[in-house]
């Protein structure tokens, strides 16, 4: 093989490797939280969402999922609905719950959200979580379960 053909399969073969690790997915994995992040444009909570340490837990459907601290330190799950494309950028719809340190460490957060005939759900789970989940509660992650 010459040189030129075997370089430009080995560019090829380096570009493959670098795309495949742009692939996103809208289910939640298992490594796929995200700290630092932050919430879309579009939700417009004017900080009524706590979001100190705010990190996005993962997406299922239109569902996204995200764990935080309150100003009390408390432990918050958030689950935001998307906008549906039918609504041009409104009908989102979020809700939180926040939990004591103690409370959060036998049971986690769980949180329910709905608007638009859409809902979901997402329970931040505290390490170790063992207990079963309820009917309807699937684990995707080992810090998250979703309603489905």
Known sequence: ?????????????????VLAGCVTSTELQSDGSVEDAEFPEWLDDDGMLPSIDLTLLGEEGEMTAY???????????????????????????????????????????AVSVGGGGRSGGAHLLPPGY????????????????VKR
């Open 1 to 17: 093989m010459s040189k030129p053909i075997a370089a430009i399969l080995a560019i090829g073969a380096a570009l493959t490797i």
């Open 67 to 109: 764990s935080s601290r309150d100003d009390e330190d408390n432990w918050c799950v958030i689950a935001v609905l998307s906008p549906s494309p039918e609504e041009h950028g409104y009908g989102w719809s979020a809700s939180h719950v926040c939990v004591p340190p103690e409370a959060f460490a036998t049971e986690g957060a």
């Open 130 to 145: 063992s207990e079963p989940l309820e009917a309807g509660w699937v684990q995707v992650s080992p810090r998250l379960a």
